[in-house]
């Protein structure tokens, strides 16, 4: 017997060692996948540390002698806030802020960050090589530009910039999406090279626009929507059917400064539509399917001629049915209305509307 368990523990332990040496290895792998695919995004929160020499400084007001400090290493004010000062500062100054500060000072060089969904970076240390991987925005008689100011905004600058070019929406941190033409963008110009307020311009590139879970090496259509800034994009809309051979899904959507096209597309023709001008974000749609109890109790819900509404469906409880009637109580649903819910968890039940805020209720629930 002692021989028989000799033999089977140690191919017992090879075999384990097989598989524990197996697990390490996917697992060493698939944590090297993730931190590939995570490496080049810098976490641009508080704190965040640029590479440049000189650091963004917040010194709350009560903290004078750590703004008197920052002025003898050599920094500089940016912005006065009143509450507190914006301040350029050396590296070794701008570490001692945030170790010696009692009221919240510290580095912030966060605000250089420009928080695009699809490629994040610090205006001071230069766009991303990836930027131009879309190449430049088709000509257009207007085109859309980003303006970064060098701290949180001021109304005096938005007017400024808004008195030189169409705003569009905001950015963060402290920029704004605008469209411009030749003369606006003169005025922009020359509005960075007078004013302090602006840190930084640049084009609004496609490589911005696409969102970063679309595959666009893939071949098989994929649903995406497509927004335009324009609240009357028809010319918009048949140039990207011209360009993609795309199928619209549904009815364009409108808002404040943008409309919304659902399409079905080649994810390979998606940078010709980023190209476009008016185009500021291409996603991926997926229909919405609900799910939900009460939700599906309404969408099924019968209205006769009568105004008799009946719905059936199992698995209905009490719970839901009190939230129902709560909700039906404050609605406005028109008088001697009768509604009629037979659910597995009681017998029937009867609700009838006899006043805007009244109804009468007869329920008989199974033991």
Known sequence: MARH????IPVALFFFGLILAGRLTTHSAAHSDSTNQHAHRAAYDASYRTNLAAHKVIVQANEQALRD????????IIEDYGAFVLMKAPAASAERVTIESTSGSGVRDDLNALLLRASSFDTLAGEPLSANSFGDPDPAPEQLY??????????????????A????????????????????????????????????????????????????????????TVQIAS??????IQEMLARTSASVIGTPTSGPNYTDIRIKVNPRLLPDVARMSNVTWIEPWTEPVINDEKQDLIVAARLTAARRLQTTSPGFSRKVFNQLRTSWLTSQTPASTR?????????????????????????TWAQ
């Open 5 to 8: 368990w000799l033999r089977i």
């Open 69 to 76: 400090s920052i002025l003898a290493d050599g920094g500089s």
């Open 146 to 163: 980003i303006v970064q100011f060098v701290g949180p905004v001021k109304k005096h600058w938005v007017n400024q910039l808004q008195s």
């Open 165 to 224: 070019a169409e705003i569009v929406s905001y950015i963060p941190n402290n920029a704004y999406l605008v469209r411009a033409g030749a003369e606006s963008l003169a005025r922009i110009n020359k509005l960075a090279s007078e004013e302090t307020f602006v840190q930084w311009t640049g084009a609004f590139k496609p490589s911005y626009k696409i969102a970063p879970e679309i595959s666009l090496g893939s071949d098989q259509e994929i649903m995406a």
């Open 231 to 236: 609240s009357q994009p028809a010319g918009d």
């Open 339 to 363: 509604v009629c819910l037979i659910r597995r968890s009681c017998t029937k039940i009867f609700l009838t509307r006899r006043a805007p805020r009244a109804w009468c209720m007869r329920a």
